[in-house]
Structure formats: C-alpha cells, structure tokens
C-alpha cells in the first residue's frame, strides 16, 4: 500500500543494493538506489568501497541539523570523493556539497564531491570549490579514481574557523523546512 499521509509518497519498502538493509521506498531513495548500481555495476567500483547514508551532525542558534552524504568512495583505505543527491538545481547543492567533504574525516579534506540529481552532475574540487567536470558521466570511473588519488592531495583541514564556517554552511544549506515536525528526517537514517 502507498503511503502518502506526508510530501514523501513511500511505496513501501525495498532492500540497499549496497548492505541489504530494508528502506523506506521513496522516490529518492530509488534514485539513491540507482547511483550505487551506477558507481558498481557500469563505474566499475566494488560494493566494499562505498560507503552508504554517512551523516554529519550540526547545531547553532539551536537549529539541529543532519546532514546526509549518500555515499563516500573510498580507495585504498582514504575517502576520495562524496557522492550528495538532492532534487533540482545543483548549483544550490554545491557549498554544502564542498563543506561536507571537507569536514567529513577529521584527519584530512577529503579531495572531491559530486552533486547530482540523478539526471546531471557535477564534479567539485573541494580546496577552492572549483566545478571540475559536469554531466553524469563526469562521475570518475574507477580507473580515472585511482589516476585523482595520485593527483590531489589528503590535506588536513584543521583550521578551527574555517571548519566552524564549514559546519554552519551544512547547518543552514541542509535545514529540511518542509520537515519540521514530521517524520521524513527519519526517512534518511
């Protein structure tokens, strides 16, 4: 039975192609869903370097906020690239998209995001929030990963206002308005 008491219509549930845990089936979810098989089935990455649903939490002026990094590629044991999908424009999705991988790992900034929508990308470069390479297919395979590993740098992103500026950044670019008072932050996990 479709639910639609909420602004997420769930269909159900359906299975993670990556860990096999059981989800709510929601249109994003299918569509998070759909970058995993890309980034392992046709990008030529394997199941055990992505890393699903990693979260980042926030708090200020009393707005607590998680953020959602649907998944991080991980190579040789060190974060390469996050993966962040939101609806409609990506150019919205950019500085939260950078924030968060420079704060995810407290040892280094990790190097790359990706933004999509499921229909576009972009790749970013996160030490100056550069656009690399737009288009799904700029997305790196595998084989063009390992070639980016040996180009940039794990440096560490330490600097105590620039992550306290990074933190507010995820804060209010992924405060879910239309969420508030519902269940749908749930929905994330």
């Known amino acids: 039975m479709?639910?639609?008491?909420?602004?997420?219509i769930v269909?159900?549930?359906?299975?993670?192609?990556?860990?096999?845990?059981?989800?709510?089936?929601?249109?994003?979810?299918?569509?998070?869903?759909?970058?995993?098989?890309l980034l392992v089935e046709r990008l030529g990455y394997g199941k055990h370097e992505l890393e699903p649903r990693l979260t980042i939490d926030t708090c200020y002026n009393g707005i607590r906020t998680?953020?959602?990094?649907?998944?991080?590629?991980?190579?040789?044991?060190?974060?390469?690239f996050i993966v962040r999908y939101g609806p409609g424009s990506?150019?919205?999705r950019e500085k939260a998209a950078i924030a968060a991988a420079?704060?995810?790992?407290s040892d280094y900034r990790i190097p790359l995001a990706v933004v999509t929508n499921g229909r576009d990308a972009e790749l970013l470069e996160t030490a100056r929030g550069k656009v690399l390479a737009t288009g799904m297919d700029c997305i790196p395979d595998r084989g063009r990963a390992t070639t980016l590993a040996g180009e940039y740098a794990l440096e560490p992103f330490a600097d105590p206002e620039k992550r306290d500026q990074a933190l507010r950044i995820l804060n209010v670019f992924d405060q879910e308005v239309?969420?508030?008072?519902?269940?749908?932050?749930?929905?994330?996990?």
């Open 90 to 92: 990506l150019i919205t």
């Open 102 to 105: 420079r704060l995810l790992e």
């Open 11 to 37: 269909y159900g549930e359906l299975r993670d192609y990556l860990t096999g845990e059981v989800l709510a089936d929601t249109d994003d979810e299918r569509i998070r869903q759909d970058l995993a098989r």
């Open 178 to 189: 239309c969420c508030f008072g519902n269940s749908c932050l749930n929905d994330a996990r």
């Open 2 to 8: 479709i639910d639609t008491s909420g602004h997420h």
């Open 66 to 80: 998680r953020s959602l990094i649907e998944l991080a590629v991980r190579l040789d044991g060190r974060r390469l």
